[in-house]
């Protein structure tokens, strides 16, 4: 780490820690509790928060807001997996859930991300955000995956550093604070998330997120972690009813100003950059939630209207299968409708016949494989980004 790019700021410092074998590290400070705002993020924020605002409404007003939690929790997922080098799209995770059996391991992750968000939030009825919680949701999310070796759910005892394959402790960018000083720079991390600082909830978030990056607790997955907590946070707080806000997809697809904007803080004091990235990102990425519930919902309500008109409970059940999962198979629908083969064959296609389901080539096990296409491009679509089919 080169202390010649690091100059003490409201946020930390860095310097060598004591003894024969010290090394260069940063040492946080406690996160402030107010911060002044320039017009320009002032602007943004305004902005923020009505798209937030309008996101919220809609997972209100939706009838079934399940229909819009999964597709929108996999964006995130997928997207944050991404950030970090892997190469799993949405549609893979869809065509792996459809196939059944083992995902791959990029896909694990996906899985595991999905879970820990979800497995949070059941936990908040009776554990607030704390140090526990995030030990457990750390352990759910690295359950099997890339980085299960190194302590799963244990904050860390050893130091850890960032930077490129090969880096040592003395070449890396960036080295957080040693591991002594993690007790007390996360009890101020869960104070500030529980209390009401003067600065609005969207730039509390942006703070929490950024010195939870900074501190780096766990020996691996703190990126995927923290930007779970992005969106978990605003769901604690009432900001959202569910968690339809996939912010992870603005900052993959910025992913260098993303990690430039972070180090900048750390190195310059540069808060307002950060801050003002996550607001444009609040901002565009819940514009885009909002535009695509409708198409969803429009998708659903026509599925659910043919369906109708062939006057089968079951084909009923088969649509709210296809908005789980635009992918379907005979085998899926054959344990989730506990139905016969031929009957799932004729589900499958009489919907087929009118337009909602096109057969594909065969998936995993020579398996039918049906696509609701309309569907799934809603759902994986994206405005620059890289989902992939």
Known sequence: MDLDRYRPNPFGSARRTPGRHGYVAFHPAPIPR?????????????????????????????????????PYLLREAVSSIRIEGTRATIGEVLDADAA?????????????????MRWGLERLGELPISARLLREMHRRLMDGVRGRELSPGEFRTTQNWIGPPG?????????????????GLLSDWERFAHEEPEMPLLVQNALLHSQFETIHP????????????????LVACGKLPAPLLYLSAYLEQH????????????????????VNMFLTA?????????????????????????????????ALALVDLICENPVV????????????RPTALRLLRRMEERGVLTEEKAGARGQRRYVARELKDAVTGSKGMADGE
Not at 223 to 232: D, N, P, Q, S, T
Not at 258 to 272: F, T
Request: glycine residues 10%; aromatic residues 6%.
């Open 218 to 233: 766990f020996l691996d997955g703190n990126g995927r972690l923290g930007r779970l907590l992005l969106v978990f946070f």
């Open 329 to 340: 198979t005979t085998r899926a629908i054959e344990s989730r409708l506990a139905v016969s």
């Open 282 to 314: 609040v901002k565009t990425q819940a514009a885009d939630a909002v535009e695509r519930s409708g198409r969803i919902v429009d998708l659903r309500e026509r599925y659910r209207g043919v369906a109708s008109s062939l006057g089968t409970p079951n």
């Open 255 to 274: 992913r260098g100003d993303y990690y430039a904007a972070l180090q900048g803080l750390r190195e310059k004091g540069d808060v307002i950059a950060w």
């Open 100 to 116: 059944g059996g083992n995902p791959g391991a990029d896909v694990e992750e996906v899985v595991n991300y999905v879970a820990a």
């Open 167 to 183: 880096s040592t402790i003395e070449s890396a960018p960036f080295v957080p604070p040693p591991p002594a000083e993690l007790a």
């Open 34 to 70: 107010a911060l002044d705002l320039p017009t320009s993020s002032v602007s943004l924020l305004a902005d923020a928060e009505w798209s937030l605002g309008q996101l919220a409404a809609v997972g209100r007003l939706v009838p079934n807001p399940d229909l819009l939690v999964r």
